[in-house]
Nanobody
């Protein structure tokens, strides 16, 4: 089970970025994938989650209406489209999964980083104001 986040970069406030979480060793369609971020000196924050089997999509209030999570089955990849970026979105973004989430369409209720079993290396997002 491997995950790899990519697509970060430097962008001005109001701009957009699309992050990709490419997975291998398992089929992303059937497992929950979560996006998390951690800014310097702050705790890791759960941003968005998409459960397996076309189930739930959940967003943290801080990104609701600006970020969109989606999945491309053919590419075994989960995306995080980030629009209207703010300086407070600056962080290292990571994706993760819980191997126990197989086929659980309601998995994303109350999701947190404590439940994740496998993590990908993060990607830096920097938003200038």
């Amino acid at each position: 089970v491997q995950l790899q986040a990519s697509g970060g970069g430097f962008v001005q406030a109001g701009g957009s970025l699309r992050l990709s979480c490419t997975v291998s060793g398992f089929t992303a369609d059937y497992y929950a994938i979560g996006w998390f971020r951690q800014a310097p000196g702050k705790e890791r924050e759960a941003i968005s989650c998409i459960s397996g089997n076309n189930g739930q999509i959940v967003y943290d209030d801080s990104v609701k209406g600006r970020f969109t999570i989606s999945r491309d089955s053919a590419k075994n990849t989960v995306y995080l489209q980030m629009n209207s970026l703010k300086s407070e979105d600056t962080a290292v973004y990571s994706c993760a999964t819980d191997v126990g989430s197989w086929y659980r369409t309601d998995y994303c209720t109350g999701f947190s980083h404590y439940r994740m079993t496998h993590w990908g290396k993060g990607t830096q997002v920097t938003v200038s104001s």
